[in-house]
C-alpha cells in the first residue's frame, strides 16, 4: 500500500491548476495531474460552489503539508500570489521541541483547501527531505483531523499503515498556527507500506472537543487520498475518503 496522490474538488479546476502553479511551481503531468516534487495532487470538479471550512479540531478537516528548505523564502514568494487566506494568526510559527521544533504556517487556498508549509529543524530532516533545494519541495503528508486515535490507526493497520510516532502539541504557538484560542492535539504519523512521502497524520484534538463533521459527497472540502493496492473506494471512522489509484498514476511516489 503506498499513497498515490491527494485529490482535490474544486469549483473551477483549472483557475485551481493556475494558483497551484504560480503559488508552488506545479506542473502538469499525466493524468492529468499536478506535480508538487515528486508528489501529486489531482483536481476534480465539486458540485457547486458553496464553500464550507473546517475548522481543525472538526472531522472535515484534511491539509497537505508542503516541504519548505527556508520558510522566509517561501513567505516571500507566497505573499506576492493573490487569492490564499491565512488560517495561523501572526505567521509562521516554530513550535516548541516538546511538539518537534518545526516550523510551520496553515492556510487555504482560493477554494478553502487548508494548506502548510513546512521546515523541519536543520537537525531533524527526515531522509527524503534532506539535500531538497526547490522553494516548495513536495508533500510531505496529508493530514487528517479525527475523534479517536486507537479507532483510527486500528483502521488503518488493516489497510497496511502503521503507527510511526505520536507527540502531544499544546501551547501558545500551536493556537496560533491553528488559528485557535487554544489547542492540545495528538499527533500521530502513519507510514504506508511501501513508498512515500507522502504519510498520513492523525490529528486528534483534546481541546477544542472534536466535532464530528465529514465532508459532503463532491463538495470542495471532499478531499481524497489515492492508494496503490486498494481495491475499492472506502471511507474511515470519521469520513475521509480513501479510493483506488487508477493505473496513470502507477509511476507516482
Known amino acids: 500500500m503506498s499513497i498515490a496522490a491527494v485529490l482535490l474538488r474544486c469549483p473551477d479546476p483549472q483557475a485551481t491548476a493556475a494558483f497551484y502553479a504560480r503559488a508552488f511551481g506545479c506542473g502538469l503531468t499525466e493524468g492529468p495531474a499536478l506535480r508538487l516534487g515528486s508528489q501529486r495532487l489531482l483536481l476534480r470538479p465539486a458540485a457547486g460552489t458553496a464553500r464550507r471550512d473546517f475548522a481543525g479540531f472538526e472531522a472535515g478537516f484534511q491539509h497537505c503539508a508542503i516541504v519548505v528548505p527556508d520558510m522566509a523564502s517561501a513567505m516571500r514568494h507566497l505573499v506576492t500570489v493573490p487569492g490564499w487566506t491565512a488560517i495561523s494568526r501572526h505567521g509562521p510559527e516554530r513550535l516548541p521541541l516538546s511538539s518537534g521544533g518545526a516550523t510551520a504556517f496553515k492556510f487555504r487556498d482560493p477554494d478553502g483547501h487548508p494548506l502548510e508549509l513546512l521546515q523541519f ?15 516548495f519541495a513536495g508533500i510531505d503528508h496529508s493530514a487528517i483531523s479525527i475523534a479517536d486515535t486507537a479507532r483510527s490507526v486500528a483502521f488503518y493497520n488493516t489497510l497496511g499503515f502503521v503507527a510511526d510516532a505520536t507527540q502531544l502539541n499544546h501551547g501558545p504557538e500551536q493556537a496560533r498556527l491553528d488559528g485557535l484560542d487554544e489547542a492540545v492535539v495528538e499527533v500521530t504519523a502513519l507510514r504506508p507500506g511501501t513508498g512515500g512521502p507522502p504519510h498520513l497524520e492523525l490529528l486528534c484534538y483534546r481541546r477544542p472537543v472534536p466535532v464530528p463533521a465529514a465532508a459532503a459527497a463532491s463538495s470542495a472540502a471532499a478531499t481524497a487520498v489515492l492508494l496503490h493496492g486498494q481495491e475499492q473506494a472506502t471511507t474511515d471512522p470519521d469520513g475521509h475518503r480513501l479510493c483506488p489509484a487508477s493505473p496513470d498514476l502507477a509511476g507516482s511516489a
Open 121 to 135: 529543524p536543520p537537525d531533524a530532516v527526515p531522509p527524503a527531505w534532506r539535500g531538497a533545494t526547490a522553494l
